[in-house]
Structures are given as structure tokens and as C-alpha cells.
């Protein structure tokens, strides 16, 4: 391993930062959505391209530039037309949704109130409801 060391070094520095990575996309697109990341994402490019340019003067060509330009207009105007939708939704509160109990889940809920009934020494008697005041 003496011979790979700095490779070892290099593998692992980059498993950490992938390792990262993931959890910021994971993080991104849980609190913001997946278009707010992939602006973050073209953004990170184009920095990456501009950063190309003016250190290794690298060109970039006019097709190129459209591209990058028409990229992000239309991933500008898909947030902003999601902004205006969700600005004319007027926010209702709504009831939370109320589960319908199968016949099994009543019958267990059932028996499982008789038998706790049995435990603490209540009389159980058929037909009635048994509430905490049933002594």
C-alpha cells in the first residue's frame, strides 16, 4: 500500500464528498423541489464552464452561450410559473381524512377493550358501552 497511498487518499477524499453530495440532493429537492435543484445544478455548471474559461482560456462558442441562455429561461420560467399557480390557490384547511374501520380492525378494537376490561376486574356486560366511569 506504500506505493498507492496517495491514491488511497484521493479514493477515499472522494467517496466522502460523493457521500455529501447525495445528501445535499436528497436535502435539495426534499425542501425546495427538483426544479429549484436543477437550477442549482446549471447554475454550478455554468460557473464551472465560466471558471474554465478565465483560468485556462477556454472559448466557449455562441451555440454554445444560446444554449446555456435558453437552459435557463425555461427553467426560470417553470418556477415562476409554479410561483403563480400556487399564489392564486387560496389555502383551505381541510379536516384531516377520517379512516373507516374494517370489520376485522372493529372486532379486534373490540375484544382488545373487553379483555383490558377483564384485566382491571370491570364487569363487561353485553351490549354496553364501557367508559372509564363504568365501576
Known amino acids: ?5 496517495e491514491f ?5 477524499l472522494l467517496s466522502i464528498c ?3 453530495g447525495q ?3 436528497f436535502y435539495t429537492t426534499g425542501q425546495f423541489g427538483a426544479a429549484v435543484f436543477t437550477i442549482i445544478m446549471t447554475l454550478r ?3 464551472a464552464i ?3 474559461c478565465l483560468l485556462y482560456g477556454h472559448t466557449v462558442t455562441v451555440v454554445g452561450g444560446l444554449g446555456v441562455a435558453v437552459v435557463f429561461t425555461a427553467l426560470l420560467l417553470r418556477v415562476y410559473a409554479r410561483g403563480r399557480k400556487q399564489r392564486g390557490k387560496k389555502a383551505v384547511p381541510t379536516e384531516p381524512p377520517v379512516q373507516k374501520k374494517s370489520y376485522f380492525t372493529a372486532t379486534r378494537l373490540k375484544l ?3 379483555f383490558l376490561l377483564l384485566l382491571s376486574g370491570r364487569r363487561i356486560i353485553p351490549g354496553a358501552k364501557h ?3 363504568d365501576m
Do not use: K
Not at 488511497?8 to 477515499?12: E, I, K, N, P, T
Open 1 to 5: 500500500m506504500g506505493w498507492h497511498s
Open 8 to 12: 488511497a487518499f484521493h479514493a477515499l
Open 18 to 20: 460523493s457521500a455529501f
Open 23 to 25: 445528501l445535499f440532493i
Open 45 to 47: 455548471q455554468a460557473i
Open 50 to 52: 465560466l471558471l474554465s
Open 112 to 114: 382488545e377493550d373487553e
Open 131 to 133: 367508559g372509564s366511569n
